[in-house]
């Protein structure tokens, strides 16, 4: 059964007030930030709900399963402890890049020059765990899957979200656009809108 709208929301709003590993930002800023940062970019609205979305497996995971980074011995695979629960109310070309977005990390490290040496420490510590850089075989078959560019799109702002008190949309927001992209929603969604501005 996948998650709701309005379960979304309420993890994001309460579980997402948690600090973001050892950056100097919330879980829910950093969603922020990295939707903001796609929708500047002129994505479409299914990466930006992507961005938005990207991390959601961290606060899926129960309090036991989450440690300290000092403390981490392997990674928690979070791009994919999501992907049960929102098929069937996203498409694919949201979750696909949930899904890439820490290899396309990987990736990069192969494929960018002085990529890994602008990335965080706390995401360099984390690409450790994630099996670090690819071969060059290894990435060559990642840019061939669907959806790969818009992971390494997704990517970049994921590396670039993470800067205190960041001014960004309000959540509502970007949660009005995935409503957009579930079946049913949008209608909700519409005449919502039009009541706001007294068409109802």
């Known amino acids: 059964m996948?998650?709701?709208?309005?379960?979304?929301?309420?993890?994001?709003?309460?579980r997402g007030s948690q600090q973001?590993?050892?950056?100097?930002?919330s879980q829910l800023e950093h969603?922020?930030?990295?939707?903001?940062?796609?929708?500047?970019?002129?994505?479409?609205?299914?990466?930006?709900?992507?961005?938005?979305?990207?991390?959601?497996?961290?606060?899926?995971?129960?309090?036991?399963?989450?440690?300290?980074?000092?403390?981490?011995?392997q990674d928690d695979l979070h791009q994919f402890i999501?992907?049960?629960?929102?098929?069937?109310?996203?498409?694919?070309a949201v979750l696909e890049p949930i899904r890439m977005h820490v290899d396309a990390k990987r990736c990069l490290c192969t494929t960018e020059l002085g990529y890994w040496d602008k990335l965080s420490p706390a995401s360099q510590r984390s690409l450790e765990l994630q099996g670090g850089a690819m071969t060059l075989a290894q990435a060559q078959a990642f840019m061939a899957q669907p959806f790969a560019h818009e992971a390494l799109r997704l990517r970049r702002c994921d590396d670039l979200a993470k800067t205190p008190q960041a001014q960004?949309?309000?959540?509502?927001?970007?949660?009005?656009?995935?409503?957009?992209?579930?079946?049913g929603e949008a209608s909700a969604v519409h005449e919502r809108l039009l009541s706001e501005v007294g068409v109802f």
Do not use: M, N, W
């Open 2 to 14: 996948p998650l709701t709208v309005d379960e979304i929301s309420r993890l994001l709003t309460v």
């Open 20 to 25: 973001y590993g050892r950056e100097a930002v």
């Open 31 to 73: 969603a922020l930030q990295c939707a903001h940062l796609a929708e500047q970019a002129g994505e479409t609205p299914h990466t930006v709900v992507a961005a938005l979305l990207h991390d959601l497996g961290h606060l899926l995971a129960t309090e036991r399963d989450q440690q300290a980074d000092d403390e981490q011995k």
């Open 82 to 92: 999501a992907i049960p629960f929102l098929r069937g109310l996203l498409p694919d």
């Open 168 to 183: 960004t949309p309000p959540l509502q927001h970007y949660l009005d656009l995935l409503a957009r992209l579930v079946p």
